[in-house]
């Protein structure tokens, strides 16, 4: 996992947040629940300790994949050429509505929230789409037409 990883300033906040709390907080939890599992005495079927091992490897492996991440960050701007990053009201003309996407990396992505990957083929439609625009979407199962409306 050494490519870079595009991310926009809040995503790489939210990671940094996340590595410092499984550091300081989670790590330290699954410490305990160790020791507390070991107390109990024969470890070969003790439950408690093999879930605790468990946890930690998840955590250890969490750890390692955030400062990978953070280690390999790009941060993403939108750009006059590019709209990465930025909020971007679309109409799509065939279903006769609205919706507003935040253009995102990959990682960030999460489009029942409206954050779409760069990606994506509505995504890579976007990227450098203007207002008033009209982009033709290409998905594996369709085609169809959308209108930016506002880009902020």
């Known amino acids: 996992m050494n490519s ?4 926009t300033k809040s995503g790489l906040d939210e990671y940094v947040k ?9 790590r330290i939890k699954n410490i305990e ?3 507390d599992a070991r107390a109990q005495g024969d ?7 093999d879930a605790a091992r468990d946890e930690q490897a998840r955590i250890e492996a969490r750890i390692k994949e955030l400062e990978s991440i953070i280690k390999n960050v790009i941060i993403i701007n939108g750009t006059s050429t ?9 109409y799509f003309i065939e279903d006769k509505f609205s919706k507003e996407f935040t253009l ?7 489009p029942a929230n409206g ?3 760069n990606e ?33």
Do not use: C, M, W
């Not at 470890?43 to 300790?49: I, T, V």
């Not at 207002?131 to 369709?142: A, D, F, L, Y």
């Open 120 to 152: 994506s083929p509505l995504g890579l439609g976007l990227l450098k789409a203007k207002v008033e625009e009209v982009v033709r979407i290409k998905t594996e199962n369709r085609e169809f037409d959308i209108q930016v409306k506002s880009i902020k």
């Open 33 to 35: 629940a160790l020791k």
């Open 4 to 7: 870079k990883h595009q991310l």
């Open 82 to 90: 590019s709209n990465l990053g930025k909020t971007i009201e679309v």
């Open 104 to 110: 995102v990396g990959s990682l960030e992505a999460d």
């Open 18 to 26: 996340e590595l410092e709390r499984l550091k300081s907080v989670d």
């Open 43 to 49: 470890l070969s079927e003790n439950a408690d300790y």
């Open 115 to 117: 954050r779409i990957s």
